[in-house]
């Protein structure tokens, strides 16, 4: 049985990773998500047959059906990525007293954070628009969920202030606006001082490894800026999905 809604979770996830594809493009360019979907090169509609989530990319060897233009690896990743934390998380909720209400918020919680990682790995943005919206969500379902409107606030305010102080000590060079509301969104949707600790851990982190990485390669310079929002949202994901049993883990020591 248990199988069966794992697959539902993974079908659920490529269809809503395929969206997110979608969504993506047209927050960047600004258009409106009415109209069928269309190749960025050549601009040809795509039909129903080409645009399965992972089939149509591996049918069509990850080319135009019309220009032969090569599609972006992102569009199978994202629907591979949105399947499996779907399924993740129907594991992780499975056993909590409010599972639809608390998947429903796990859910949202990855949607936001994909996004925000392909949107400011691409384009050095958080895109504020769909932060600012789900923001708001994550809130509601938060004290629906039973956590207090103080302590979420609370939290939200600690994330601003701990990317504000940054903001101000470098003088804009280090983080971004964009950061300081990524910190109100990660306060508001982790309200637990481990789990946030855990969040910019792994985010410096594995910021500066993949950042050493570019250094090495050749592909950046000391100076230049690497946007911190994807690795936040790594975090987050990562936060989500393992952190209890990496906090019981570490606290066992
Ligand atoms: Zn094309």
């Known amino acids: ?35 069928r979907s269309y190749c960025p090169h050549c601009r040809q509609t795509i039909a129903w047959y080409d ?20 599609i972006s690896w992102q569009y199978p990743l994202v629907e591979l990525a949105t399947a499996v ?23 949202l919680l990855i949607v936001t954070l994909i996004i925000i990682f392909v949107y400011d790995f691409r384009w050095q943005l958080v895109p504020m628009l769909p932060l600012w919206f789900m923001m708001l969500v994550i809130f509601l379902l938060n004290l629906v969920l039973g956590f207090s409107w103080i302590s979420l606030l609370l939290f939200g305010a600690v994330g601003a202030a701990f990317f504000l102080i940054q903001y101000i000590i470098t003088a804009r060079r280090g983080v971004g606006e964009g950061d300081i509301w990524l910190g109100v969104f990660l306060g508001l949707a982790y309200p637990d001082p481990k789990q946030l600790f855990l969040i910019m851990l792994t985010a410096y ?38 952190g209890r049993q990496i906090i019981t883990w570490y606290l066992g020591f």
């Open 51 to 70: 645009n399965i989530p992972l089939l149509s990319f591996i049918l069509l060897g990850g080319r135009c059906r019309r220009c032969q233009k090569t």
């Open 85 to 107: 934390l779907f399924v993740l998380t129907w594991q992780l909720d499975m056993t909590t007293q409010n599972f639809s209400l608390q998947l429903l918020r796990d859910w």
């Open 1 to 35: 049985m248990e199988l069966y809604f794992f697959i539902l979770a993974a079908v659920i996830g490529l269809v809503i990773g395929s969206f997110l594809n979608c969504l993506i493009w047209r927050l960047y360019k600004d258009e409106s998500l009415s109209g």
């Open 205 to 242: 982190t594995l910021g500066s490894i993949f950042g050493l990485f570019l250094i090495i390669s050749g592909k950046k310079k000391w100076q230049s800026r690497l946007a911190l929002g994807p690795f936040l949202a790594l975090g987050a994901i990562i936060t989500l999905i393992w």
